[in-house]
């Protein structure tokens, strides 16, 4: 007689798997790791939120401003034309955020060239090198169509208009006297629709408007100090 075949296998065979699944889990850190760990993703949250926090607010924080007078300082040596008005825009030549002012302009050129004379005034504080004014905005500035350069020494035209901020626009009209004092930006770096272009655009070709001024428009100016050695709170990253 013939001994019946064994179809069953070890025990050990059916427990081995299910051991080797076990042994493939990770650990997950328990108390005082899994609490540290929590603790610092959370600092590291806190951390991210706040920085973006205070990049915003800087990008809304407007520039100083001075006393705008009502007509072209008498003293100054910037040309001005007789027969259009007088678009003149000062720049820290260092400030990177002044760059989106000159997008900006750029923008409204073909709205304005024929009836607008623009000047670009590169702020130099006193006591710095004559060729401190030299730099990448400098060259994008002279490389832009319709608009004239002039190097401020020791910042003697910015204190005649009353500038403070670099990205400061002032618009006159044939006469001389002021139309529009502000910024040509939402805020600090940020590209797009703006007061200060949508004012210039609307004066230099509504006749009828701009007689009706009473007073000159202004707008917030959002840059970094024009007569200024150094940068102050501006970098490439804040201004994007």
């Known amino acids: 007689m013939t001994a019946a075949s064994n179809d069953f296998e070890d025990p050990e065979d059916f427990e081995q798997p299910a051991m080797r699944s076990r042994n493939s889990i990770a650990k997950l850190p328990t108390g005082g790791s899994q609490l540290l760990m929590i603790s610092v993703a959370g600092i590291c949250v806190i951390v991210a939120i706040t ?8 990008s809304k924080t407007p520039g100083v401003r001075s006393q705008q007078f009502e007509f072209w300082p008498p003293g100054s040596t910037i040309p001005r034309s007789g027969a259009q008005h007088s678009l003149v825009m000062f ?6 955020c002044s760059r989106t002012t000159l997008t900006e302009y750029q923008k409204l050129l073909p709205k304005i060239q024929s009836q607008v004379r623009t ?4 702020v130099v504080p006193p006591g710095l090198p004559s060729d401190w004014w030299n730099g990448s905005l400098s060259k994008l500035i002279a490389a832009t169509p319709n608009l004239s350069v002039i190097i401020d020494t020791d910042a003697h035209e910015a204190e005649l ?5 670099s990205g400061h ?6 006469h001389g006297r002021l139309q529009f004092s502000g910024g040509l930006t939402v805020s600090r770096g940020h590209e797009g629709d703006n007061a200060g272009c949508a004012a ?3 004066f230099v070709n509504d006749p009828d408007y701009a007689r009706l001024l009473t007073s000159p428009l202004e707008t ?3 840059g970094c100090p024009a007569t200024s050695v150094t940068v102050a709170n ?3 990253k804040q201004c994007r």
């Open 234 to 236: 501006c970098s490439e």
């Open 200 to 202: 210039i655009d609307r």
């Open 91 to 96: 720049f820290h030549p260092h400030c990177p």
């Open 169 to 174: 626009a002032m618009l006159y009209d044939l």
């Open 161 to 165: 208009f009353g500038i403070r901020t």
């Open 51 to 58: 920085g973006l926090c205070l990049l915003e607010i800087h």
């Open 220 to 222: 917030q100016v959002f």
């Open 119 to 122: 000047v670009a005034v590169l």
